[in-house]
């Protein structure tokens, strides 16, 4: 028998409920946005009663810091799969995945119509600009693939990403670029932008693509880690 306050015990039944709630939470928010969407609009969506809902999170906002994880989570595996050799690869990757995931997007914008007063929180967005990526940027700088100078890289990468994802938006409806041109040109820009323009050899390339890899490996592996500590299971998606 569950005692009153506390998860099932039975762990896939555990993360089974707690996704089908988040999948409800997500679709409330961008339908109505944050501030709208009650506990009861999402026990009602996702087929369980209110007070299911409390066995998994105490708050509403406890609820979109787990769903802002999976998201998360899900946007950095879907990078990790294209298997990304190169900086201008990874954030054009990343900018095709952030496309694909208006959730994140409204966090990277603050966005009031769907956050609401969520958005005078520092919700961490879909970026991974954090110090494992100073490591990261290290090892390249190393390899000779990025350039020591300018040195502001994270402000260099912000702008890039952020003016190619949202500037279209203030633009005529057929002069918009389509989603994976706007990610070809995050990728080139950021190329142009930061790495030295000179050719690496052999090894450094593969390097590079290590480095690329292992640093993507480590931030999904901690995302994981979170969004299972949300959920309160060992296994957050499988």
């Known amino acids: 028998m569950v005692r009153a306050g506390r998860p099932p015990q039975d762990p896939a039944r555990h993360r089974e ?3 089908r ?3 409800a939470v997500g679709e409330l928010v961008l ?3 944050y501030d709208k969407t009650t506990i009861d609009d999402v026990a009602k969506r996702a087929g369980v009663a209110k007070g299911t809902i409390y066995l998994h999170w105490r708050t509403r906002d406890d609820i979109f ?3 802002l994880r999976r998201e998360r989570l899900l946007m950095l595996a879907e990078v990790r799969e294209k298997a990304p050799a190169t900086l201008g690869e990874l954030f054009g990757e990343f900018a095709r995945a952030l496309l694909r995931r208006p959730l994140l997007q409204a966090v990277l914008s603050g966005d009031s119509e769907v956050l609401g007063k969520l958005t005078r929180r520092k919700w961490r967005g879909g970026l991974p600009l954090g110090g494992a990526f100073a490591a990261y940027l290290a090892e390249l700088v190393e390899h000779g693939a990025v350039r020591e100078d300018p040195g502001d890289h994270v402000v260099v990468v912000t702008s890039i990403v952020h003016g190619f994802l949202f500037l279209p938006d203030g633009m005529p ?3 918009r670029p389509s989603g994976d041109r706007l ?3 995050v990728a080139d820009t950021i190329e142009r932008a930061l790495t030295t323009g000179r050719p690496l050899s052999r090894d450094a390339r593969d390097a590079v693509a290590r480095a ?3 640093f993507l490996d480590a931030m999904e592996e ?3 880690d979170k969004l299972a500590a949300s959920l309160g299971a060992k296994e957050a998606v499988r």
Do not use: M, P, Q, S
């Open 183 to 185: 990610a070809e040109l």
């Open 65 to 67: 810091a787990a769903l």
């Open 212 to 214: 690329t890899l292992g």
């Open 17 to 19: 409920r707690a996704h």
């Open 222 to 224: 901690t995302a994981h």
């Open 31 to 33: 339908r109505w946005g």
């Open 21 to 23: 709630i988040l999948d």
């Open 173 to 175: 409806e057929e002069a």
